[in-house]
């Protein structure tokens, strides 16, 4: 007999059971194969466990791809709960890692190898669920299905709707990272009609909002039931949990929303004085920025369980006057270990805080600048109006004669035991307004400059401080003769009583030597005067004299194109607070050589000639600043004729 196989050519790496195999036991007729596991049956009958030669190399799938289709697709159709309805896909790993280890699993198993996904973290914070063809199931059974098996974590679905063509795709969103983790790894979910389900799970980086009117409406209603009115406070708290907005997505977090909702506040409620922004996954406040000049009225703002993790986000509330903030559960707070800092740099961004994190602050060291409105500012001060006439009065006779041809009867304004120290110095640079470097010189005021920084040596000093009457008219003849503009004086009047009268004037005037260009020059003098017989007399004087300033330069001497009305005169005497026989000085006491240098100062300031400028004090009573604003209201019609003018 002819032996089996002979003249076939031998195929590298044949299988026994790829060929054809007619061995079996005596008087066996037919061929079988045989499933029984490795451990049991006869060696000796065919089939895919029959030992033969090359058993271990061949890939056994049978047992794997068994228990894979016993224990993986067995369909629960006695309902017997929802947790036996979901797969894990860690199971069928542990099933797998299992058989190896008892030598039943092999490796490359068709088997799918599911291992746990990771899911991806959200920008902002919330995650968008995804579960396709749920949409003809129950939305209870759904939600309860899926948050058993989250256990112990709950969430509530945010925003569900239904989606996509034939409205067959169940769409929410969660806040909750954890239970979005747990929804990620869940997949095919049976139910009761045998379909299997998917759960899908999207962290949501770009949201683009936009808010119809109806939604307003909506957010609106949910405000006013959320405001109360009897302590002016809206509690926003966890605002996209409410129950109006169940079937809404409008997270508080996303800027859109917020700076909606805060322009509503202020539309509705401008005064409100407590807001409260918890649990609302929060993580930028620049929606509130634009806002915080309308709410002037927020004390108390709550920011508690957020997600702001930089101090620099509450910049955008600077300007908010919010006196007790709740800033606990977020995770700029675990980023400091000393509390004082934390404290410090929360208090650069709302510097009126007496409260933070249910802490009790100290008071903060304020310049309240921005609530306390500043006074505004005068040209002149005056410490007691009753004295505002008598330091008038004195300044117009005095500089009626200090600018005039004689200065001689200043005499008599000086007690004779008065002194005076001038001092000169020049500005942080030569004014050129003055005219040329030459003119803007202080040469003529030098000789007796006491300046104090400058004159060093102690004698020196002495002897530069006149003493008495004589010498100091000897000092004020030796000065240029002067023109001062009364337009340009600044009038304190610090001190005022029958005794004693404090007046500090400043001002500008010129040089008039004669020259083309008049030098000008700024003055300040503080005068101490007492009563003296009918009138006044300077008892201390200090005269700094100085180079005009270009602005004080380009005002000066112009008052009269543009007149400004004068202050009311009183004719009324003034009544000293205590008696002293001393008698309030009036125009009527002048005399003739003091009415002589007034009109000689009109007639100088004007242009006019004598004649008239004295017809113009006339009728201005002898009111030297009246007569000088009469004259530019006049000039400015162009009523004054020109023989006022003929010398």
């Known amino acids: 007999m002819s032996r089996r196989g002979i003249g076939r050519i031998a195929r590298p790496f044949s299988k026994s059971y790829y060929e054809h195999d007619d061995r079996g036991a005596e ?9 029984k596991s490795s451990t049991g049956g006869n060696p000796s009958r065919g089939g895919i466990n029959s030992h033969n030669r090359h058993r271990n190399n061949g890939k056994n799938y049978t047992k794997q791809l068994n228990n894979y289709l016993l224990h993986e697709t067995d369909v629960d159709m006695g309902g017997s709960g929802p947790r036996n309805n979901f797969s894990h896909p860690g199971d069928s790993r542990r099933k797998f890692n299992n058989n190896r280890r008892r030598g039943n699993g092999r490796q490359h198993s068709p088997a799918p190898n599911r291992s746990v996904r990771r899911l991806q973290n959200s920008a902002t914070f919330w995650y968008k669920i ?4 749920a949409g003809r199931y129950d939305k209870k059974w759904l939600i309860d299905n899926l948050n058993a098996n989250v256990a112990p ?7 569900f709707h239904l989606e996509a063509q034939g409205k067959e795709t169940v769409v929410f969103y969660l806040e909750d990272v954890q239970a979005a983790a747990k929804l990620n790894n869940l997949y095919r979910i049976s139910t009761e009609d045998g379909f299997k389900l998917n759960v899908l799970v999207r962290p949501l980086n770009n949201l683009n909002l936009i808010l119809n009117e109806p939604l307003k409406e909506t957010i609106k209603t949910v405000m006013a039931k959320r405001f109360r009115p009897d302590v002016k406070s809206l509690d926003l708290s966890r605002f996209h949990c409410d129950p109006e907005l169940e079937d809404k997505f409008v997270p508080l977090n996303q800027r859109s929303v917020l700076s909606c909702v805060l322009s509503l506040v202020v539309e509705h409620c401008p005064s409100l004085h407590a807001l409260d922004l918890s649990h609302n996954q929060i993580y930028s406040l620049e ?32 300007g908010l006057g919010v006196e007790e903030l709740l800033m606990t559960a977020n995770p700029v ?9 934390y404290v410090t740099d929360v208090r650069k961004r709302l510097p009126k805080l007496l409260k933070l994190d249910s802490v009790e602050l100290p008071p903060p060291i304020l310049f309240d600048v921005e609530t306390v409105q500043l006074p505004p500012t005068r040209g002149s001060y005056l410490c007691a ?27 008599d304004a000086y007690h004779a035991s008065a002194m005076l120290s001038m001092s000169c110095n020049y500005p942080s640079y030569h004014s050129q307004g003055s005219g040329n470097k030459e003119k803007a010189m202080l040469n003529s005021y030098k000789a007796n400059n006491r300046n104090l920084k400058q004159v060093m040596d102690l004698d020196r000093r002495v002897r530069l401080l006149m003493c008495g009457h004589e010498e100091i008219m000897k000092h004020l003849c030796s000065l240029p003769a002067s023109q001062h503009d009364p337009h340009s004086f600044a009038v304190d009047l610090l001190l005022f009583t029958p005794q004693l009268i404090q007046l500090c004037v400043c001002g500008v005037f010129r040089e008039t030597r004669g020259a083309a260009h008049l030098p000008l020059r700024a003055f300040s003098r503080s005068l101490i005067i007492v009563p003296q017989g009918q009138g006044f007399c300077i008892v201390n004087e200090t005269i700094t004299i100085t180079n005009a300033t270009n602005a004080q330069s380009n005002a000066a001497f112009k008052t009269s194109l543009v007149p400004v009305a004068p202050a009311p005169s009183v004719s009324a005497p003034v009544v000293p607070l205590v008696p002293v026989p001393v008698s309030p000085v009036g125009v009527s006491n002048q005399d003739i050589e003091a009415k002589r240098q007034m009109v000689q100062h ?23 600043e009246q007569a000088l604003f009469a004259f530019g209201e006049y000039h400015r019609q162009g009523t004054i004729p020109e023989e006022a003018f003929a010398r």
């Open 27 to 35: 008087g066996r007729t037919g061929r079988t194969v045989s499933f």
């Open 130 to 133: 995804i579960v396709p063809h």
């Open 153 to 159: 974590s709950t969430f509530t679905p945010i925003g």
């Open 287 to 318: 929606g509130v920025k634009t806002l915080v000049s309308k709410l002037s009225n927020l004390r108390i703002l709550h920011l508690a369980s957020n997600q702001l993790d930089k101090i620099s986000g509450l910049d955008a509330l600077k």
């Open 333 to 341: 707070c675990g980023k400091y270990s000393d509390q004082g800092a």
């Open 385 to 411: 109006e009753e004295g505002k006439e008598i330091a008038r009065q004195f300044l117009e006779q005095y500089y009626a004669l200090y600018d005039g041809a004689n200065r001689e009867p200043l005499r």
């Open 602 to 624: 009109v007639a100088t300031t004007t242009g006019m000639n004598l004649v008239w400028s004295e017809k113009c004090l006339l009728e201005s009573n002898w009111n030297l």
